[in-house]
Structures are given as C-alpha cells and as structure tokens.
C-alpha cells in the first residue's frame, strides 16, 4: 500500500513569493490534515478535510494560508505571499478513523 | 490546549540499554498517542492507548497511561542504533480528530 505522497521535498523561495504544497493521501482515506512543524516541535494542525469539506481550519492564516481538497481526494496549501516565519516542515497526513494519522515526508519550506 | 508534553527532551543511552521518554497532558484525553520521526521524515505511528488502558505493549515497546496523573511513559527495550529519533505524545480529547503533540523527546542510541 502506497503511503502518504507530498511534493515537492524541499523549497526555497524569497520572501513575498508564492508558494503550493501537494498532498496525495492514502487511497480511501476520507480525513486528510495539512500540519506545520517548526524545528524543535511537535506539529500543529492548520486545516483537516472530511472528504472535500474544510471542517476545522480555526489554526489556519487565512490572510496568507488557503487550501483545497477537489473531489476529496488531493489536496493542496497555498501560501501568498511567503514570510520570513512561514519557513517550516509541512506535513500532510490522512486516517481512515481519525485515530492514528499517517504522515507523508513532508515539504521543507526555507523563506529567504 | 498543549495534550502532550514530553520529558526529558534529550536523552542519549547505549546500544542494548532501555530508554523511558514520559509524557504528561493537561485535560482530559480518549487516547494517547506516540509518533516516531526520524531525521528529516514523516511522523510514523507507534501505538496508541485508550482512556481505559492501563498498558499497552507492541514487540520492544511498552506504554503506560495514568490517567490520575495525565502521564504516560513510552518504553524502549534493548535499544538499537536505529531506534534513534525524536518521539512524540499527542493527546486526543473530545473528538479523537483533534490530536495535538508535544515537543517530543530526542533519543539517540549510541553504537
């Protein structure tokens, strides 16, 4: 079984630019949650998707931070425009109970 | 709400020693959880325990729950170089969706 796919690995970008991470979850997982993680913490939730309806965003940015889920299954955070403080790992992951997740490797954002 | 807090944050022991990471929370959980992330991965899932588990174990590992102290404690036995990582708690309270982890403990394991 395929695990939780995301890209790109690593991107670097200058402050004020534009930038989108994608998330393939585990086939027939309904619940997918897009995580930020900055170095030497534990990941915070920004959004999770029941199939393709955004039903906890309160920690997302919305001035900067939107995210989409068509047709439930893909989905994709955007950011626009970048800080200097949005430099982090995202983590995507999905479950199919909402018990234990399972994390894609994560997209390593460096804000220059 | 922080629903995991892990302790110590570093902890360095020797190929084949045990390793012991705790976790304490602040209100009320349905499960804890522990995480596994090796350097520059993904969170992997280790294994997770109910409100109304006392232990739990899956091959080298061992969790306890205290829900009286809102403590958990995550073992490692006979430790491998491998097994180094940061390890994560993360408590689910209300709805099992809202998970959210502490800032993890970093073992590593000395050849």
């Known amino acids: 079984e395929a695990g939780v796919v995301q890209s790109p690995r690593y991107k670097i970008i200058e402050k004020k630019q534009p930038v989108a991470f994608w998330c393939n979850p585990i086939s027939g997982h309904n619940t997918l949650y897009w995580y930020r993680q900055n170095l030497g913490q534990g990941p915070e939730l920004l959004i999770r998707y029941e199939n393709e309806e955004a039903v906890d965003d309160s920690q997302l940015p919305k001035d900067r931070f939107s995210a989409e889920r068509l047709k439930g299954v893909d989905s994709t955070l955007k950011i626009q425009p970048a800080e200097l403080g949005d430099s982090a790992v995202y983590l995507c992951?999905?479950?199919?109970?909402?018990?234990?997740?399972?994390f894609g490797p994560g997209t390593r954002l460096l804000v220059l | 709400s922080q629903q995991g807090e892990e302790d110590p944050q570093a902890l360095s022991i020797q190929e084949g020693e045990n390793a012991t990471m705790n976790c304490s929370y602040k209100t009320s959980i349905n499960n804890l959880q522990w995480y596994r992330q090796n350097s520059g991965r993904g969170l992997v899932h280790l294994i997770l325990?109910?409100?109304?588990?006392r232990e739990k174990h899956s091959g080298r590992l061992r969790v306890t729950l205290d829900t009286s102290k809102k403590s958990s404690s995550l073992l490692i036995t006979a430790s491998r170089a491998a097994d180094t990582a940061s390890y994560f708690c993360?408590?689910?309270?209300?709805?099992?969706?809202?998970?959210?982890f502490g800032k993890g403990t970093l073992l590593t394991v000395n050849p």
């Open positions: 993360a408590g689910s309270g209300g709805s099992n969706y809202k998970l959210t």
């Open positions: 992951a999905s479950s199919l109970k909402g018990t234990e997740r399972y």
């Open positions: 325990i109910r409100s109304n588990e």
